[in-house]
């Protein structure tokens, strides 16, 4: 045979898997003609295949290996990639539309072509999944483009052209994981990677029906061993394929049971029908018997016609239930005499439109060797060949933490879409973290995150690499799940709204305290450690009596407030002031600690001792001393004036100043009777007749209503309905909803009384 010449073009191995033998060619395509350099087959000695499908893998494996070691000395050349075809019992298809638009107008390359059939193949998969009402998993394992479309109108080839869309129809089929990955497995025994895996109609129609006959409507039917593969043309395009499980083998099993021999015997009575009028052979007692072509026909008749009746069938079913114009009939198992003649009879045509193609269909065929076989029976394997040029959808093998994988190439496969079909979870790919932690701060719910735990590790064939990588076949990855990071942890201390200060004034010295808050309703220090589901309550206030305690000092005559008579239970806000008379004489204020940044009352007691006694109300968290300390800052200077505060700061203390001052008037507080100093202490109480003959005044009242300040004007006291004469609320549109109203982040009572500052939230459930 001819030897391997430089500059001839890519070597193509081309695999013809057969149920009765397996053929294998080598050749390169070169001036738009393809050249075979080489040919060989051999024969299954086994039944090894049956109806296309492989039953030995090992068998099969080892046959393709003889194969292949032939073809390698007649080319001098070693060959690790081939082609194949695949055939089956349970073949589908599917046909869809796929569309495509660019960003702008633009010409059209051979990638963008690809990338369409490629989305188009994914997109059939998807519709056929939908449809697949088995429990086996389908590969598409062949597809052909229809029709193209640019700017919706139809055109012969996209390349080349300015489009802003273009757009396909695809026609793509499917077979059973088993059918194909018994194929791979048996290439992979014989030491080949498939570099190209199709159809075996698809493969045949690259051959015997040239693109110029696709206008017409024609049939192929590759007539094999154990399957009889068929595809439609119509109107330039491919436009259906099908396959029925009946065959050459179905012949030759007849032969066996009626001359009683093996299965090879009676294969070479069936083969030399037509050839010569008798055939003498052996039967399995050894005696010597012979048969006539005519005799063997005789017995074969009906099986031919009950053959050539569901290719009939299935071609009317492809074809929209009408026969075609003509029929090509390719592979070893249509050479039977009758057969065309029949299939001619059964779809109600000219028997001269069913014929064989052979050497006829091989034009653009060039043999570099002596001897080659040129008949039906090499149509298939060459097309295999060529399918390689038009079309690349190929499975790949991949070893997955540990497991064998294969996944559908398309030329741009990950680590992700390895993990995706390895149905790794997704979570485990990604940093996850740890447990959050939710509360509420004044009603309002808050979440603190958990740390970020460890990313995935991914090894790609022992190299760490990225979920993005590129992956090929045979490849190994390692993916080691991600760790989830340490549950969210928070002391109350580290709360924003305890980090502020609130300032007051005290006899005309500014001090600063530091807030507290409640946990579930209990006071707790700043290194409580918060819990799922807390609920907070920072306070934004002190009392009268909670300064004092403080300033361990005793009330002492009358209290004011913002320069308005007041209780020893009246709240003092930010940037308040308070005086009140000194039995002891002056505060000392440098005998007060600082408030430092970060510093929190360590507890806030209800049950108070006197004012003055040994116990004081709470205690300040110093860096400067010990607790309770009278440790302070050098410089210290008493201010009448506030501090600087945030736009935000000024809004909510203004706010909660202009209604505490207003409800807090002479000889009342917040409503209540005004009581003198040192009631806690029992010192002098004022009679009922002089606090009856305090004045009332009316006095507006500032809350905050949904996040917006509200003033309610005209009476001495305001209960939670008053709110409503001051907001737009339709009550009566609950649709079946149920009305929330809190105030300060519990539910409110509706004949509870305001005070100013209060939070209130009101919506429908």
């Not at 009950?306 to 075609?324: F, Q, S, T, W, Y």
């Not at 004011?560 to 000194?582: G, K, M, P, Q, W």
Request: charge should be negative; include cysteine.
């Amino acid at each position: 045979m001819a030897g391997v010449r430089e500059g001839q073009g890519q070597l193509v191995f081309g695999l013809d898997i057969g149920t009765r033998s397996i053929v294998g060619t080598v050749g390169y395509l070169n001036g738009g003609k393809f050249h075979v350099l080489a040919q060989r087959s051999k024969e299954h000695e086994t039944r090894s295949m049956m109806d296309g499908q492989i039953h030995d893998i090992g068998k099969v494996g080892t046959d393709i290996a003889q194969v292949k070691r032939q073809l390698e000395e007649d080319v001098n050349r070693s060959l690790t990639e081939v082609c194949i075809a695949a055939a089956g019992r349970v073949l589908r298809t599917v046909t869809t539309h796929v569309e495509e638009v660019f960003e702008a107008e633009r010409e059209v390359t051979d990638e963008d072509i690809y990338s369409l059939s490629t989305l188009g193949v994914e997109r059939a998969y998807e519709e056929f999944q939908k449809s697949n009402d088995t429990d086996m998993k389908f590969y598409c394992v062949g597809y052909t483009p229809m029709r193209y479309y640019m700017n919706g109108y139809q055109i012969g080839n996209l390349a080349g052209h300015k489009a802003k869309t273009v757009a396909a129809d695809l026609i793509a089929t499917f077979l059973p994981d088993d059918v194909v990955d018994g194929l791979y497995k048996s290439v992979e025994l014989a030491g080949l990677h498939v570099a190209n895996l199709t159809l075996e109609p698809i493969a045949a129609i690259q051959v015997a029906i040239p693109e110029k006959f696709r206008m017409l409507n024609m049939a192929l039917v590759d007539v094999g061993a154990g399957t009889s593969d068929i595809s439609i043309t119509k109107e330039g395009a491919i436009t259906a394929y099908g396959m029925i499980p009946v065959a050459g083998d179905s012949l030759t099993e007849i032969i066996v049971q009626h001359c009683l021999v093996d299965f090879e015997t009676a294969e070479r009575i069936k083969r030399n029908v037509g050839r010569m009028d008798v055939i003498e052979y052996q039967d399995i007692m050894g005696l010597t018997q012979t048969i006539t072509g005519r005799e063997v026909m005789e017995i074969l008749d009906e099986a031919v016609n009950g053959m050539a009746r569901m290719v009939a069938d299935c071609i009317r079913e492809l074809n929209g239930d009408k026969a075609v114009s003509a029929v090509f009939v390719v592979g070893g198992g249509g050479m039977i005499p009758t057969y065309t003649e029949k299939l001619a009879e059964e779809l109600g045509i000219l028997k001269e439109r069913v014929a064989i193609r052979g050497q006829e269909v091989m034009q653009s065929i060039v043999f570099e060797l002596d001897n080659a076989r040129k008949d039906a029976m090499m149509v298939t394997p060459i097309g295999i060949c060529l399918s390689y040029f038009e079309q690349s959808n190929n499975f790949i093998f991949v070893e997955f933490n540990g497991d064998r994988l294969k996944l559908y190439d398309n030329g741009r496969l990950s680590v992700a879409d390895a993990a995706m079909q390895f149905a790794f979870p997704n979570e485990d790919l990604f940093p996850k973290r740890g447990t959050p932690l939710t509360f509420t701060v004044n009603g309002r719910a808050r979440m603190v995150r958990g740390t970020q735990g460890e990313a995935s590790v991914i090894r790609l064939n022992g190299d760490v690499a990225d979920m993005y990588a590129q992956i090929h076949s045979g490849d190994r990855i390692e993916v080691i799940p991600s760790t989830a990071g340490e549950p969210a942890v928070l002391e109350l201390g580290k709360l924003p709204e305890l980090s502020e200060r609130l300032h007051i004034f005290v006899n005309g010295n500014k001090i600063d305290l530091p807030k507290t808050a409640e946990v579930n309703g209990r006071t707790e220090n700043e290194y409580y450690r918060i819990n799922d589901g807390d609920n907070i309550m920072v306070h934004n206030f002190y009392t009268v009596r909670e300064v004092a305690a403080i300033l361990d000092v005793p009330l002492a005559g009358e209290i004011l407030v913002n320069d308005i008579s007041a209780r020893e239970d009246t709240r003092v806000y930010e940037n308040f002031t308070l005086s009140f008379s000194l039995e002891g004489g002056e505060i000392s204020y440098a005998d007060l600690p600082e408030a430092e940044e970060g510093d929190v009352i360590r507890h806030r007691t209800e049950d108070r001792e006197p004012v003055g006694g040994s116990a004081a109300l709470g205690e300040i968290h110093s860096s400067e001393g010990a607790a309770g300390s009278p440790a302070q800052k050098p410089g210290r200077e008493a201010a009448a004036s506030g501090t600087a505060q945030s736009p935000a700061d000024v809004g909510v203390s203004q706010g909660m100043s202009r209604g505490l001052e207003a409800a807090s008037v002479p000889g009342t507080a917040q409503g209540h009777p005004a009581q003198a100093p040192g009631e806690d202490g029992g010192g002098p109480q004022a009679s009922a007749g002089e606090a009856a003959a305090m004045p009332k005044v009316i006095a507006p009242l500032t809350v905050t209503v949904n996040n917006a300040f509200v003033t309610m004007k005209g009476k001495v006291n305001y209960v939670f309905v008053d709110v409503f004469d001051y907001i737009s609320f339709d009550l009566s549109a609950s649709a079946g909803r149920s009305i929330v109203t809190n105030i300060n982040g519990r539910p409110a009572e509706y004949m509870e009384e305001l005070h100013a500052g209060d939070v209130i939230d009101i919506y429908w459930k």
